[in-house]
């Protein structure tokens, strides 16, 4: 039932994001694929991490943290905070460019959007922690319009579909 489980998991398209902390000086990272919204009111995301990794701890001992979603121009940053380049000095932000945002949070230069958050919960998810977060700060770069996507175990590119033919923009727009 495992095999097929996460075979089946194959098929999803996710965005990919890296998720940063900064503890005191200390920062850490890690590339996922499992993030999304909770609540518009308050804002609030919501991120699972493996249990294993450095971020995990760290994320638990500052109680901030920081989505970084990527823009397609970024799959280095994505194989970096992943595993799969390794700096010589063993810290994956000196092979990115980084600032510090308003809450003191990494924000990874490039991404299409960065979400600073405070944690509020933690959830046992077997493998994973989930962490969820009331987001304190946004950057969102509208001149960086592509994010990054995952699906059948490699990088994927977007395309918009222009669905104006049936209202959805309309709707959309009436909704808000």
Request: proline share 3%; glycine share 4%; hydrophobic share 40%.
């Amino acid at each position: 039932m495992k095999l097929e489980f996460i075979n089946a998991l194959r098929n999803t398209v996710s965005t990919i994001s890296v998720v940063t902390t900064n503890s005191t000086g200390e920062v850490a990272g890690a590339t996922v694929s499992s993030f999304c919204s909770v609540s518009a009111d308050p804002p609030t995301l919501l991120v699972c991490i493996f249990k294993d990794t450095p971020l995990t701890s760290a994320i638990k001992k500052n109680k901030k943290f920081c989505i970084n979603l990527l823009s397609q121009s970024q799959i280095n940053v994505s194989d970096i905070f992943a595993g799969r380049e390794i700096s010589p000095s063993k810290n994956r932000f000196d092979l990115v460019e980084w600032k510090e945002g308003n809450f003191n949070q990494p924000i990874l230069t490039g991404s299409v959007a960065s979400f600073e958050c405070n944690l509020t919960k933690t959830v046992d998810g077997f493998t994973h922690d989930v962490f969820f977060g009331n987001v304190l700060s946004v950057f969102d770069d509208q001149k960086i319009i592509e994010p990054l996507l995952y699906c059948k175990q490699q990088y994927a590119k977007s395309s918009i579909i222009d669905n104006s033919h049936i209202g959805l923009n309309k709707l959309m727009l009436e909704l808000l």
